[in-house]
T-cell receptor, first 112, second 115 residues
Framework: SQKIEQNSEALNIQEGKTATLTCNYTNYSPAYLQWYRQDPGRGPVFLLLIRENEKEKRKERLKVTFDTTLKQSLFHITASQPADSATYLCARHNQAGTALIFGKGTTLSVSS | ETGVTQSPTHLIKTRGQQVTLRCSSQSGHNTVSWYQQALGQGPQFIFQYYREEENGRGNFPPRFSGLQFPNYSSELNVNALELDDSALYLC??????????????FGEGSRLTVL
């Protein structure tokens, strides 16, 4: 079955540093991967989508990479701020394309 | 804000009871999905509705059922509640061709506690 693994449950970094979150997938390569942000008690908010033929995608301070050889996506936040503190979820579609399969998420804490 | 609204935001039920959760999709979206998120876990897919028909279902028992209405709003019904049903229930709307854009628009969720 398809799985998404986010190996780090928590990541603590200092303000201004770059946060790097890892997402690994099993089985076949998905056509794309997605990243969401979730604040406590709130619904996930879409951040970025990267397709398998895209090596890298950027949006403001966010950067996502997709390595089909390693079956891995990396999510970077540069010049991190305390407001970036949240849980970040990686997701792929199931084979039918009807559902997203989410990882457990990585909780990022940025201290000032 | 995504424009997806869910009600109620919080509710408490006892084991064996039944619950109905409601969702109003973002304007123009004809597909709605429901997810269950237990504490410390990622959201898990329950089912998806497209034009009032169930279009996909996750690994949830039949006591989890749903409806989608002509205005694309939706309900999630859970019968014979169990303690393990305590979770945040998330509704997400999208366009039918969401596989090309990929983006799901989530509501803020309904927090269900089963005692």
């Amino acid at each position: 079955s398809q799985k998404i693994e986010q190996n780090s449950e928590a990541l603590n970094i200092q303000e201004g540093k770059t946060a790097t979150l890892t997402c690994n997938y099993t089985n076949y390569s998905p056509a794309y991967l997605q990243w969401y942000r979730q604040d406590p008690g709130r619904g996930p908010v879409f951040l970025l989508l990267i397709r398998e033929n895209e090596k890298e995608k950027r949006k403001e301070r966010l950067k996502v990479t997709f390595d089909t050889t390693l079956k891995q996506s990396l999510f970077h936040i540069t010049a991190s701020q305390p407001a970036d503190s949240a849980t970040y979820l990686c997701a792929r579609h199931n084979q039918a394309g009807t559902a997203l399969i989410f990882g457990k998420g990585t909780t990022l804490s940025v201290s000032s | 804000e995504t424009g997806v609204t869910q009600s109620p935001t919080h509710l408490i039920k006892t084991r064996g009871q039944q619950v109905t959760l409601r969702c109003s999709s973002q304007s123009g979206h004809n597909t709605v999905s429901w997810y269950q998120q237990a504490l410390g876990q990622g959201p898990q897919f329950i089912f998806q509705y497209y034009r009032e028909e169930e279009n996909g279902r996750g690994n949830f028992p039949p006591r989890f059922s749903g409806l989608q209405f002509p205005n694309y709003s939706s309900e999630l019904n859970v019968n014979a509640l169990e303690l393990d049903d305590s979770a945040l229930y998330l509704c997400a709307s999208s366009l039918a061709d969401y596989r090309s854009t990929g983006e799901l628009f989530f509501g803020e969720g309904s927090r269900l506690t089963v005692l």
